[in-house]
């Protein structure tokens, strides 16, 4: 397969800056399909039950497609499991958003109508990345999470125009996510490096599609948007780069015990 | 099987049916389908409710011990099929909720039933998964044992259940051909990995066979649903089958069915083998399993901490219905 990459934009980078992208792109959805699947049995109704396995395999299944792309740019001979499964959370590229907490149902879903948002904006742009491979993984998620984000939308809505309680749980849910939205949309040099060669979209560019749809849903929702807050991760020190929080480590050490407990085994 | 122990409203001989209980056995023995509107005698439907809301618990609850290994899938793709089979086990609860509702009780009504103790699900459910082997040995043997009970009962005589059945069934296949795989791939690797395999087996053989219940001879309900075709063979047939089965891809597998009795009764055409500890079994059922608290504790905290987005969810569409009708 090495031969390939040749052939495609990939080449245009170093692919060392493509491998590091790729990962950020695949983590989000390992690590936010791995927050997703931990509902499986707790739901508080059997067709979430149902709906959030789906949302889980959606993601873990485009996880697989960008980590096998990931390993293939790479050329080390490496697999999407051994990259998943054998890096430490200093390698992981992920947002710290998606390794933030299920907390209550509210949380969870404020937590996927957020980045779903991002996520469908991001893939959006993917579908016309110069390099068709990318182009190709863009096209199979973004039908997924545009049925994502059809079903985090239509939630966030109801709840928060619901009763008192389902209103104010969404409120403090959204209060305490918002402000780990900041990191989707900074540019780095690896972002910098992939847009110029058409790969990917800069981050920035994708933050007035992303404010539109919050606005509007947050309105008919009946929410407040916390606005100008503090944010995370924003100054070249957060998931994106190897700083997350102290989640990450306990998700990895559940995720990756048996690859870790029984070196080489094969399952 | 994933109905134990379901209670079935008495037995009536020919000669004290009423006409309508006449005909409705002819029916039934004629092999006619039962639709939801007709008339049945009132302990035929109460048995049916009572048979597949415990069939419909059990698949909820039975999400659980599988849930429990999903964040710790060794690969990516066991991670994937996991959940899959695990959101199929959800769907199936889904059915099955649906059938009993058209015997006119809600699915509410039985979620209550359960959580405060009044129903019950599969004894299996309230042992742990303690390794990964667990998850090959719950879809080889756990799904194979629903298996042998649930392909007869898509010949039921409920319409609504028999069509359940008919769906689950497809799946319930493919659950045992990957929990399969997985003692498969356990027994070809490393010693530690096929020892895995064997604790499981180990732990899951006995369990397993109380699945199908207790011994006919004491099992006081089945002659008349047995009669009413809700329930298709005795729980000793469908033991023996399942362990005639079982035994030999025990040895394709390289595993010891943990029962020194075991044997080839070529008399009768199938093995001799030991029992399950029955009174281990009345123990689970009855709440003191090694896990009943944990499954049934789960299944009320969902509820209970869903409360309020159930509720908000009402709310909304009370208040959308509302604004409907003020803008018309």
């Not at chain 2, 909720?97 to 699900?121: C, F, P, Q």
């Not at chain 2, 599969?122 to 879809?139: C, E, K, R």
């Not at chain 2, 732990?203 to 006081?220: E, N, Q, T, V």
Request: proline share 4%; aromatic share 8%.
């Amino acid at each position: 397969m090495a031969g390939s990459v040749e052939a495609n934009a990939v080449g245009a980078v170093d692919r060392a800056v493509c491998v590091e992208w790729l990962q950020r792109v695949g983590d989000n959805a390992l690590i936010l399909g791995h927050r997703v699947s931990e509902w499986c049995g707790h739901a508080p109704a059997l067709e979430e039950d149902i709906a959030l396995a789906n949302q889980a395999l959606d993601l873990i299944g485009q996880c697989q497609l960008w980590l096998g792309l990931a390993a293939e740019v790479e050329g080390k001979g490496r697999t999407a499991d051994q990259i998943a499964y054998l890096r430490d959370a200093g390698a992981f590229r992920n947002l710290l958003l998606v390794e933030r907490p299920n907390g209550d149902f509210g949380q969870t879903l404020i937590r996927q109508f957020l980045f779903d948002a991002f996520h469908i904006a991001l893939l959006r742009a993917l579908t016309e990345s110069s390099d068709p491979r990318v182009a190709g993984i863009a096209a199979k998620a973004v039908k997924e999470v545009a049925y994502h984000l059809e079903r985090s939308a239509d939630l966030v809505v109801r709840l928060g125009d619901g009763t008192a309680e389902s209103h104010d749980r969404m409120q403090k849910a959204l209060d305490l996510l918002f402000p780990y939205t900041g990191e989707m949309f900074t540019d780095d040099a690896t972002d910098r490096a992939m847009a110029e060669a058409g790969i990917a979209p800069l981050p920035s560019r994708l933050k007035p599609e992303w404010d539109r749809t919050v606005a509007d849903v947050l309105e008919e929702a009946t929410l407040t948007q916390p606005g100008q807050v503090w944010q995370h991760g924003v100054k070249g020190q957060g998931g994106k780069t190897g700083v997350h929080s102290e989640y990450l480590g306990f998700i990895l050490a559940e995720m990756q015990f048996l690859q870790r407990a029984y070196p080489g085994a094969t399952w | 099987m994933y109905a134990q122990l379901v209670k079935s409203e008495g037995s009536k001989s020919r000669e004290e049916m009423t006409p309508e209980e006449l005909s409705f056995q002819d029916r039934i023995d004629r092999g006619e389908k039962v639709e939801p509107k007709e008339w049945m005698p009132e302990g035929y439907r109460k048995t049916l409710i009572r048979q597949i809301g415990q069939h419909a618990h059990s698949e909820i609850v039975g999400q659980l011990p599988e849930g429990n290994w999903i964040t710790r899938a060794p690969t990516l793709e066991r991670k994937a099929i996991l959940l899959a089979k695990v959101q199929d086990e959800a769907g199936h609860g889904l059915y099955l909720y649906s059938a009993a509702e058209t015997l006119g009780v809600s699915r509410d009504e039985l979620m209550e039933k359960l959580h405060s103790g009044n129903m019950k699900y599969s004894s299996i459910f309230n042992y742990p998964t303690l390794t990964w082997a667990d998850m090959g040995a719950v879809g080889w043997l756990v799904d194979g044992a629903a298996i042998m009970n649930q392909v007869p009962l898509q010949r039921t005589s409920y319409g609504p259940y028999s069509r359940a059945m008919i769906r689950i069934c497809k799946e319930e296949s493919f659950h045992q051909r990957q929990g399969y795989d997985i003692m498969m791939k356990m027994c070809a690797g490393t010693p530690e990995q096929k020892a895995m395999a064997q604790d499981a087996l180990n732990r899951f053989w006995y369990p397993a066979l109380m699945m199908f219940g207790p011994s006919d001879k004491d099992s006081i309900h089945s002659a008349q649903s047995m009669a009413w075709k809700i329930k298709m063979n005795t729980n000793d047939e469908l033991r023996q089958k399942f362990v005639d089965q079982t035994v030999p891809q025990a040895k394709y597998l390289g595993l010891t069915v943990p029962d020194e009795n075991l044997v080839w009764n070529e008399e009768k055409g199938g093995h001799d083998f030991s029992e399950p500890d029955w009174s281990e079994f009345f123990a689970v059922i009855a709440g003191n399993g090694p896990c009943n608290a944990e499954r049934l504790g789960a299944r009320v905290k969902a509820w209970d901490d869903g409360a309020w987005f159930r509720e908000g969810l009402m709310a909304h569409a009370d208040k959308a219905a509302a604004r409907r009708i003020a803008a018309e």
